[in-house]
């Protein structure tokens, strides 16, 4: 098994701490068939990879350090994207942690930058998109707090009600927790390259053989698979990794 990242230095006051559903990423970007499938794809390309919504930097910060396990290369380009001032600078703690405790295997990680979803990058340029969204069914969306920085200075005290608004961007997906994941679904086509593949999170609330139809609905060329999950609850899958990405060979 491999290491798991240092994020000790992370204010979760502010940022999502790294729970079931991280490790679940972890867990299948490292397995074997996982990475037989990177390797195919990527040992022999430098791939950019890029996590929407990083939080912690857990995941990414984990890609990064052992890319030469998981695609056969250490050309490998690593990048974030969150809303969340703090997750960003979070994250680039947490790589540059892992990093320096893997030398001998990271990627060249470019940064972390503030986003809604991958709209910082340019259009069919990522290899590998991976997305732990806010996934649980709530009423409603996120209510931006009145007065509400989007990018404070590091020592700047937040408020209650910011704090709380940075914490539900990170778990509340509003009708059946898909209203976020619905918009990355929808704009896959345009982020993923040709090569391109997405490994996206969802719990059973999410309907994901639903999701899984509704991709493969993009194009006949389209494949979804669950390719992790962390058991069944109740005859459920309680939380699943969803692998999607174009079937070119056919």
């Not at 729970?19 to 867990?27: G, N, P, V, Y």
């Not at 320096?100 to 990522?126: E, K």
């Not at 345009?190 to 991709?215: F, H, M, T």
Request: aromatic share 8%; charged share 20%; net charge negative.
């Amino acid at each position: 098994m491999l290491p798991t990242p240092d994020t000790s230095h992370v204010p979760y006051e502010h940022v999502y701490e790294p729970s079931e559903d991280s490790f679940l990423l972890l867990d299948t970007l490292s397995s074997e068939p996982e990475r037989r499938f990177l390797h195919h794809g990527f040992a022999h390309a430098a791939p950019l990879v890029v996590e929407v919504g990083t939080g912690s930097g857990v995941v990414l910060a984990f890609v990064h350090a052992h890319a030469q396990t998981i695609f056969g290369t250490r050309s490998v380009l690593t990048a974030g994207v969150d809303m969340n001032a703090y997750a960003c600078r979070a994250t680039v703690g947490t790589v540059a942690k892992a990093q320096a405790d893997h030398g001998a295997t990271h990627g060249v990680y470019l940064g972390s930058c503030m986003g809604d979803l991958a709209a910082p990058w340019r259009d069919h340029s990522v290899d590998v998109l991976i997305f732990n969204p806010p996934y649980v069914p709530t009423p409603g969306m996120p209510s931006r707090p009145e007065g509400f920085s989007d990018d404070p200075s590091p020592t700047q005290k937040a408020s209650f009600a910011d704090d709380s608004y940075l914490l539900s961007l990170s778990y509340a997906g509003g009708m059946d927790g898909m209203e976020t994941t619905d918009r990355l679904i929808e704009s896959l086509p345009r982020i993923l390259s040709p090569r391109g593949c997405a490994y996206i999170l969802l719990c059973a609330q999410n309907k994901p053989e639903d999701v899984k139809r509704r991709i493969q609905a993009l194009g006949p060329e389209w494949r979804a698979l669950t390719v992790g999950s962390s058991g069944k609850t109740a005859g459920w899958e309680k939380l699943q990794v969803v692998r999607t990405w174009r079937d070119v060979t056919t």
